[in-house]
């Protein structure tokens, strides 16, 4: 897979989200990662297709752009996958359910958002790897038996997972890693499908399940 197909139509942040002056973060809607996402990754007829992403294909998951990273941990978080709960009551929770109207026009389920202070100089094969990485965290609920689960509607039931020690094995079997744990040296040491990178450090989600 070569570096001319992982940047097919790949979505960059917008200018003035990077080139405008804010005394705090800003952060805005993304359809055009979600778009990319669905023609490159999870579309069997995108350059990038990953089957192991396919219970997202109808997914309620929306992607944000962040104006910068943040420190965590000692860490540079560039992306993070979460599962949108609203916590509080009252009025908080009138104004939480208010800027997801404003943002998306519903409350989405899953929002994934990445750091465009990163993205926007970053290498192809990053950019490709840290969504990847994100999409990782989204997964499809197993039953008693062990097999997947589908609401009522037929939908796969998704949930939040951590992840493979300090990666996950999908991630390093298309992009590379250099993991000192068995599986990790299993997938590892077959050729990478797209290029060698570890992004687990970079995702706060993989941060909050160490904390």
């Not at 899953?110 to 989204?138: G, K, P, R, W």
Request: aromatic share 10%; with cysteine.
């Amino acid at each position: 897979m070569s570096n001319e197909e992982c940047e097919y139509s790949r979505p960059m942040p917008p200018g003035s989200l990077l080139n405008e002056f804010h005394a705090y973060t800003r952060l805005i809607p993304a359809p055009e990662i979600g778009e990319w996402v669905q023609s490159q990754i999870l579309s069997v007829d995108g350059n990038l297709h990953n089957p192991d992403h396919g219970h997202l294909i109808d997914a309620d998951l929306r992607f944000m752009w962040a104006s910068s990273a943040f420190a965590k941990q000692g860490r540079t978080v560039l992306g993070q996958a979460e599962s949108v709960m609203m916590r509080v009551g009252g009025w908080q929770k009138a104004r939480m359910e208010q800027q997801m109207y404003e943002w998306f026009g519903e409350v989405p389920k899953f929002i994934i958002t990445l750091a465009a202070d990163f993205c926007v100089q970053c290498t192809d094969l990053e950019f490709c790897a840290l969504v990847e990485h994100e999409l990782y965290h989204i997964a499809q609920q197993v039953d008693e038996f062990g097999a997947p689960a589908f609401t009522r509607e037929g939908q796969p039931k998704l949930t939040m997972r951590g992840h493979d020690v300090e990666e996950f094995v999908g991630v390093v079997r298309r992009y590379g890693a250099s993991d000192d744990v068995q599986q990790l040296i299993d997938a590892a040491a077959e050729r990478p499908e797209v290029a060698k990178l570890d992004i687990a450090r970079a995702c706060g989600t993989c941060l909050m399940k160490l904390a």
